[in-house]
């Protein structure tokens, strides 16, 4: 069974900083494609971040570009997000998603997790 | 930047058909994929790759597209499937969501 658990979030200031975890199991997790999709306080699912299965490639919404880093531990089966000069519109509901094999124009999430909430508040 | 527009409220009577649309530009060229949430709840896939159905959803979900539009139909709606409703397609290698449609069974 394909588990996705999150955790790291929580309160930060506006210009702090958080780290996300996403903790996998149930498939080889490094075959897979990872992303972080986050979804803001009554609002609609906004994509944040993708990376290949081998690391080698990453891709980020332009909302956050320069500021958030995903990474993984294949090793470790988890899944990171970096999230650093954080703003009050950064607060939401950060999901981790499963992706296929390939990131490409295929691409879908078939599992998600139970989300981590970060809010972003002095 | 790529998007996708759905309606944000679709109503149904329990067992009519509900249509819930998704457009964008050049989406007949793309795979368009639909992700039903309930409240308090993670999203969950329904549709994948225009028109197939993962393993566990019922068959009165089906999707299809025509031209640059995408349509999730759900045949003898029930309570159950009353939730929002986001599609999700691929874009210059960034992942686009719809506005996410509100399904409300009258």
């Known amino acids: 069974e394909v588990q996705l658990l999150e955790s790291g979030g929580g309160l930060v200031q506006p210009g702090g900083s958080l780290r996300l975890s996403c903790a996998a199991s149930?498939?080889?997790?490094?075959?897979?494609?990872m992303s972080w999709v986050r979804q803001a306080p009554g609002k609609g699912l906004d994509w944040v971040s993708a990376i290949t299965g081998s690391g080698g490639s990453r891709y980020y919404a332009d909302s956050v570009k320069g500021r958030f880093t995903i990474s993984r531990d294949n090793s470790k089966n988890t899944l990171y997000l970096q999230m650093n000069s954080l703003r009050a519109e950064d607060t939401a509901v950060y999901y981790c998603g499963k992706d296929q094999e390939y990131y490409d124009s295929s691409d879908f999430f078939d599992y998600w997790g139970q989300g981590t909430l970060v809010t972003v508040s002095s | 930047s790529y998007e996708l527009t759905q309606p944000p409220s679709v109503s149904v009577s329990p067992g009519q058909t509900a249509s819930i649309t998704c457009s964008g530009d050049?989406?007949?060229?793309?795979?368009a994929s639909w992700y039903q949430q309930k409240p308090g709840q993670s999203p969950v896939l329904v549709i994948y790759?225009?028109?197939r159905r993962p393993s566990g959803i019922p068959e009165r979900l089906s999707g299809s597209k025509s031209g640059n539009t995408a349509t999730l139909t759900i045949s003898g709606t029930q309570a159950m499937d009353e939730a929002d409703y986001y599609c999700q397609a691929w874009d210059s290698s960034t992942v686009v969501f719809g506005g996410g449609t509100k399904l409300t069974v009258l």
């Open positions: 050049k989406l007949g060229d793309k795979y």
């Open positions: 790759q225009d028109n």
């Open positions: 149930g498939f080889t997790f490094s075959s897979y494609a």
